[in-house]
């Protein structure tokens, strides 16, 4: 598709830009305006211009018969999954900030990825305090537990519930990690929520807290 | 999923909703709608162009006027004609229209500068295909002088031989668009080719000689470098064509723009090699470019590949074929659409119903673009003296067209609410550009040997005014209505007809 390779590597932002079109376009529903959508998108006048008339190339956008408004082209019909896949981090990040509302500490959702530890959404409000051992050393947190204990799982076979680590990152902190389970149950991600070492005790009162959570993002995630 | 958290886009794919205010059909029903590829649209410009039979024969003409700015005026030529396809292209973008330049002019400036435009077209078109049957007349004859000297002059074997092109050419476009296309591209992409072995050839025999020598201008005054430059011009007319295609280009937001773009750059790069080639040739050799009047044969002959000239002249005689096609179709396109509107008779407007070719407004087209020329050479011209002529009034027809779409390029991106500095700055330069360039043309025409030109211009213009009259008297809707363009139906958009 000619518009991808247009859009070298470089430019991701564009490919934001052009899906925040498309996401105003539909939600300003048929007929809105250039001008219209970049007030909207907040984006410079040329800068909107220019995406509009790409996606009206590939036809992603029609243009309608008075030249000045817009509605999504049949085109459109093919993004399902990339749509799908927006649903899918919206819903996330609603399930994330929910928790997050109700937890004192910090929540954190990592997928493994290759063996490794990938956080992918991190607390604005408690940043890792050393994202790189996390990353590197699996056995330092909480989360890369998660994934060592699913590998000795393997051969005594008892599912992981959950796994903590206090004192190793911050002295007086500690980590709670809970699994997230995609589709066959297969360990995807965690959730960990970090906070003083002394709250982690009431572990069974945490767990109740963010299983459903758990339970919702697991199939959102799996790829 | 709950709906709740749902992006409007997603909500918009799985339970679209019927979009309000489109046609059931577009304006320009009829036409084989959205049916050719990148390939088909290109050829059209590319065959309008007829880059190998410019490149061959236009350095000569340029230099005979601009001396040794001919380089300087074409890449003028080039750098104006870059600017006025960046400003087609703000239209070409955003709407697909049969009409094309005379559509987009009627959208930026109302319906007198559309009308204006449109006839700018006709004349263009209809005076370029004409010197396209002319030309390959006039090079087949050359074939057969290689043959048979006396040949040459009979002014009924001219006659006969523009009558079977003209035939020719009506059939391949009556047939259907998408023959008519590939037919073009082939013929003048083996012209092209002709003309690169030949452009190779010289350059590896021609004695190397200082880039200098021949790049720089020296001595050259205002008025002829602009004379250069409106002949050089004439080189590069026909590359907007492609946007006559519109409704029949499967995406034509995306290849009608494309296509534009590239012809003019690649014609450029072909016309700057061919004249540097050709002017180093005479440097080197000795002997003038402007003065000969054959002068890639000539320089063929010595660097010792005479042979060349006979292939050469078989592939212009091709290429004259494929300009004619193509410009017999982009003259079709917009007297059809002239008839769709009702501005022109309305059975210019009709299709064919099993090719689905506009083939009324073709037949007419082919019956003039012969009929003209036919008459220039019962009148005594021989068809190199009636090309002379014919050139002229399509580059006239040609530049007022552009210089109105330039114009009209501002006006309508702040119409619709897109109005940029860039695109606006650009028109305004390429317009001034190419209003300084005819007007000084048409002033040398005036008392040069090709005054009849400018007298056949003056005739069209008044015919124009004349058509305006009785238009504004019995066709005030029809009127109304220049420049239709096609419209997206209920099918093309998210939530229309199933």
């Given at each position: 598709m000619t518009a991808v390779s247009e859009l070298s590597g470089r430019q991701p932002g564009a490919i934001h830009?052009?899906?925040?079109?498309?996401?105003?376009?539909?939600?300003a529903g048929p007929g809105v305006t250039a001008q219209q959508l970049s007030d909207r998108l907040g984006l410079p006048r040329a800068t909107t211009y220019r995406l509009i008339n790409l996606l009206v190339e590939d036809?992603?956008?029609?243009?309608?018969?008075?030249?000045?408004?817009?509605?999504?082209?049949?085109?459109?019909?093919?993004?399902?999954?990339?749509?799908?896949?927006?649903?899918?981090?919206?819903s996330v990040r609603e399930t994330l900030a929910d928790l997050r509302g109700r937890i004192r500490g910090?929540?954190?959702?990592?997928?493994f990825r290759h063996g490794h530890v990938v956080p992918v959404d991190v607390d604005p409000d408690f940043p890792l305090s050393d994202p790189r051992r996390i990353t590197t050393d699996?056995?330092?947190?909480a989360l890369g537990r998660l994934l060592l204990a699913e590998r000795a799982a393997r051969t005594i076979p008892s599912p992981t519930r959950y796994t903590t680590q206090e004192g190793e990152l911050t002295p007086g902190f500690g980590c709670l990690a809970i699994p997230v389970r995609g589709k066959d149950d297969r360990l995807v991600g965690g959730l960990a929520l970090a906070m003083p070492a002394a709250r982690l005790a009431d572990r069974d009162?945490?767990?109740?807290?963010?299983?459903?959570?758990a339970v919702r993002i697991g199939p959102l995630i799996d790829d | 999923m709950t709906a709740l958290n749902r992006t409007a886009l997603s909500r918009a794919i799985s339970d679209p909703r019927p979009v309000d205010g489109l046609p059931s059909r577009s304006p320009m029903a009829g036409l084989d709608r959205r049916s050719l590829g990148f390939v088909d649209v290109l050829a059209q410009s590319v065959g309008a162009v007829a880059p190998s039979a410019a490149a061959a024969t236009c350095p000569a003409l340029v230099a005979a006027r601009a001396g040794s700015g001919t380089l300087l005026a074409f890449l003028l030529?080039?750098?104006?004609?870059?600017l006025v396809a960046y400003a087609i292209n703000q239209f070409t973008r955003r709407m697909a229209a049969t009409g094309s330049l005379y559509t987009f002019a009627a959208r930026g400036l109302g319906v007198r500068a559309g009308f204006a435009t449109a006839a700018a077209m006709l004349v263009g078109y209809g005076f370029v295909a004409m010197f396209a049957l002319l030309g390959a007349a006039y090079y087949t004859l050359t074939l057969l002088r290689r043959t048979e000297a006396g040949v040459a002059g009979s002014e009924p074997l001219v006659i006969v031989l523009l009558l079977v092109f003209g035939g020719v050419c009506l059939l391949v476009l009556w047939r259907g668009i998408r023959i008519s296309a590939r037919v073009t591209l082939v013929i003048e992409l083996a012209s092209i080719a002709a003309i690169l072995v030949l452009i190779g050839v010289l350059l590896a025999t021609v004695p190397p000689t200082a880039f200098s020598a021949v790049a720089v201008p020296r001595g050259v005054s205002g008025p002829e470098l602009a004379a250069g430059t409106t002949v050089a011009i004439t080189a590069f007319v026909g590359f907007e064509s492609a946007a006559t295609?519109?409704?029949?280009?499967?995406r034509p937001f995306a290849t009608?723009?494309?296509?534009?773009?590239?012809?003019?750059?690649?014609?450029?790069?072909?016309?700057l090699l061919s004249a540097y080639t050709q002017l180093a040739g005479f440097d080197a050799f000795g002997g003038s470019l402007a003065s000969s009047s054959s002068p890639v044969n000539d320089l063929a002959s010595r660097a010792g590949v005479g042979w060349i000239g006979l292939l050469l002249d078989a592939a212009l005689t091709c290429s004259f074929i494929a300009c004619a096609l193509a410009s017999t179709t982009a003259l079709g396109r917009v007297l059809f659409s002239l008839g769709r509107e009702g501005i022109a008779p309305q059975a210019l407007g009709r299709t064919h119903r099993r090719f689905r070719t506009p083939h009324i407004a073709l037949a007419w087209g082919v019956a003039v673009e012969v009929a003209v020329p036919a008459a220039l050479v019962l009148f005594g011209m021989d068809p190199w003296q009636a090309m002379g002529i014919v050139v002229v009034c399509a580059a006239a027809g040609y530049m007022t067209a552009y210089a109105l779409v330039c114009v009209a390029t501002p006006f309508f991106l702040r119409r619709i609410g897109e109005f940029t500095v860039g695109p606006a700055v650009a028109a305004g330069v390429a317009a001034t550009g190419l209003v300084a360039a005819l007007g000084l043309d048409i002033w040398l025409e005036v008392s040069g040997p090709r005054w009849l030109a400018v007298f056949i211009l003056a005739v069209a213009a008044v015919g124009a005014l004349l058509a305006y009259a009785v238009c504004r008297r019995t066709r005030t809707q029809a009127l109304a209505r220049i420049g239709l363009y096609d419209e997206p139906t209920p099918k093309d958009v998210l939530g229309g007809a199933p």
């Open positions: 830009s052009a899906l925040a079109v498309l996401e105003a376009v539909a939600h036809e992603y956008l029609v243009r309608m018969p008075d030249l000045r408004g817009f509605a999504l082209g049949r085109k459109v019909a093919e993004l399902a999954d990339v749509a799908h896949a927006q649903d899918a981090a919206l910090g929540v954190h959702l990592a997928v699996l056995s330092v947190s009162g945490l767990l109740a807290l963010v299983a459903d959570s | 030529a080039g750098v104006l004609m870059a295609l519109g409704v029949e280009a499967r009608v723009p494309r296509t534009i773009r590239w012809t003019v750059i690649a014609a450029g790069g072909l016309y």
